[in-house]
């Protein structure tokens, strides 16, 4: 669902510059100036965030926080000062009226945003972490207690065997190996007794394999004694009888939770078979029939995907439904997929336009469905953590403590693969263990630094050596953080919530482009030069499009900065609504914009740009004094490699037609000549 946020200012430039921004991250802004309209207000909708400057057309900013206070104590409010407060005022804004956060203009626009962002974050999961930290932690340890059984027996073998061939040096690793793993889950999971006792026979086996102890009698007797107490420490830890390993769940996953992926069924489906393919996805459906249901339940669910039926509705309600989807705030890249029952290729520049990634025919087989399904949720964009241990169990912990703030998981526990899944997964942050078999955390991560690619990717070490030594080797390895076993599910969101947050702050920095939320040139030509090598390795075409907002440089001299501001704002969002998730959008400079369309030849592209063009002329745009205008664009077109094998090529071909485009009158596309 979409966040709401009241902006209380009389500023007309702090109020277009905070209400593009706001609106383009995705949220609804409604303004007021006069803070007595603002008050009325709250009696009929409660935002989620205020935004209040320091004046208004009728009392100043901290007298209308004041007023807000007697009337409403829990909303969050920020804050936009003019200037730097005493800090006594402060204080009287922070801790007495309850502002969340006070910012100072000039206003750094993609800081401001992020600021937003982290405040309505934290908003909305505030009121539900108590709870749900409890029930996880309950979870974890049940689960747990399920598998100590096995884990313990496991235990007791290896150190039978290990008695039985004291030369095998292997065996005695294995011990040590076991126990370090049983030390860090155990704790971690709330068996602390068990934990200590674990972390006691890890102890005996490190002096043992460093001289400092022999392998005789009394050090044998000592480690069986130390494995006695582990099924004692069991009952200490956990009382109640030993559960039961979880019913029809053989991988042992945890059962379904609610960071799993969200997709949109529109249509009429078997909700049992579907429910088949959902559990194999790892995902949770949503059902609907139709399409104001489907807007309903968009609406007040955090969508992941929405594949419509194409078969139980008219063709041009399928496609009217998506663009409506990608309509509501928050969901302008949402993932779609159309089923049909005939082939639709008269009909592709619509499903172009409204967003379609995939098409699949009906019926559709499970294993299609899975892979659709995937593929779909793979382009929403969610957080990609990499986990790299060789214990299985406390991967599995780490995996259902994130995916329950949406994080996508991936767990390694052979270290050896872990360089080709880091090529596949692609992931945003590495929790990597130190402690492996046959290798090191650290050389891992120096592998890994030595890789250009993943030079700037973010690495979190999870170990129980928790020693100076320890701590000082991951850093010289190239690690950005350090967090030891056990690990504290609150800390341990918090570090990883701080890293990704960073990370991408940095690259929103780099690589958009503030105004508009597209890719800058470089970034562009970056993810440009991608696609390219993929359409030569695999044979496969692609599109490409430059675009010029018409007699731009009037919209400024006539209307104002400002407002040739909200155009080129507008246009970008446009942009991000239309076509697919996977296709490439840029802003090439000034009031020039480019697209990349994946697999896609310029037949096909053209009637789906013709309808975005459509679109724009039909948008009334207000210049700095309210007077109404409207604009266009023109564009040229062309395809890889009909039009040119390589990118320098294809983009002056691209300016060719979009300059004959402007020749021939503008508000038009040309794609030959």
Known sequence: MATSILLVDNDQQLTALVKSLLTGRGHEVSHFESGKEAIDSLSKNKPDLIVVSEQLSDIDGVGWIIKLRQINRDTKVVFISSKWKETDVYQQLTKDFGVSLVVHRPLKPLLFGAQID??????????????????TFMQLKTRFASILPGRLKNMEDVVEQSMANPEDDEKIKEVRRLSHNLKG??????FHHLGETAAKIEQTMNDVIDGKKSLDKNTWDTI?????????NVKQDFPDELPPPPAGNDDGQMPEDSSMANVLLVGKYNEGETRKFAQKAKVRLIFSDGLRDAIEKAKGTTLDAA???????????SFELAIKLRGISGLETLPLAFIHTEEIVGRRTEGMHAGASLYLKKPVKEPDMVQ???YLIALRGRPRILIVDDDEDFTKIIESALSREGMLIKSVNEPDNALNILEDFSPDLLLLDVMMPNTSGYDVCRRIRAMARWQDLPIVFLTAQSGLDSRLAAFDAGADDYLPKPVATVELLARVR???DRMRLMKERADRDILTGLLLRRAFVESLTALHSEAERHKLGFSLCLMDVDHFKKVNDTYGHMAGDRVLAHFGQLLRRRFRVEDLRGRWGGEEFIMAFRHEGKETMKGALNRVLDELVTIPFQGDHEEEFFVSFSAGLVSFPQDGNQIEALIKKADERLYMAKEQGRRRIISEG
């Open 224 to 232: 069986r004694r130390l494995v006695g107490v582990l099924h004692e």
């Open 185 to 190: 889950t155990a704790s971690s999971c709330g």
């Open 307 to 317: 594949i419509i039926d194409m078969s139980d509705m008219h063709s041009d309600e």
């Open 118 to 135: 982290g405040e309505l974050k934290a908003k909305t999961t505030s009121d539900l972490n108590e709870v749900t930290d409890t029930e």
């Open 372 to 374: 659709a399904i995937e």
């Open 498 to 500: 701080v890293r990704l």
